[in-house]
């Protein structure tokens, strides 16, 4: 399995910016799709972001298409989430994932999951 561990998370304004990290250790994590969640308290954990081993393919949730962007460098075996425009409704605590597919991430399973990172959007 893979190890992944996530930072950036923080307060911040509305239409500020912060940008998630991903540290991923173990096994090969150039191979795997990697990929954003979130849970805001009360709800069900939703789909984010995903993105395939290589780079190439990326996928968004609605909600934040325009606004996110997820990123890799299987150098530093690190996957980024950079949130643009932030909204009280993106609050919520952000894990990381993977997958050795990107469409299982996008069906909204993983393999190896992160803790969490809280992110707080105030208005």
């Known amino acids: 399995q893979v190890q992944l561990v996530e930072s950036g998370g923080g307060l911040v304004q509305a239409g500020g910016s912060l940008r998630l990290s991903c540290a991923a250790s173990?096994?090969?994590?150039?191979?795997?799709?990697m990929g954003w969640f979130r849970q805001a308290p009360g709800k069900e954990r939703e789909f984010v972001a995903a993105?395939?081993?290589?780079?190439?393919?990326?996928y968004y949730a609605d909600s934040v298409k325009g606004r996110f962007t997820i990123s890799r460098d299987n150098a530093k075996n690190t996957v980024y989430l950079q949130m643009n425009s932030l909204k009280p409704e993106d609050t919520a605590v952000y894990y990381c994932?993977?997958?050795?597919?990107?469409?299982?991430?996008?069906?909204?399973?993983?393999?190896?999951w992160g803790k969490g990172t809280q992110v707080t959007v105030s208005s």
């Open positions: 994932a993977a997958a050795m597919r990107s469409r299982t991430l996008v069906a909204g399973n993983g393999n190896s």
């Open positions: 173990g096994r090969t994590f150039s191979s795997d799709g």
């Open positions: 993105i395939s081993w290589s780079g190439g393919g990326t």
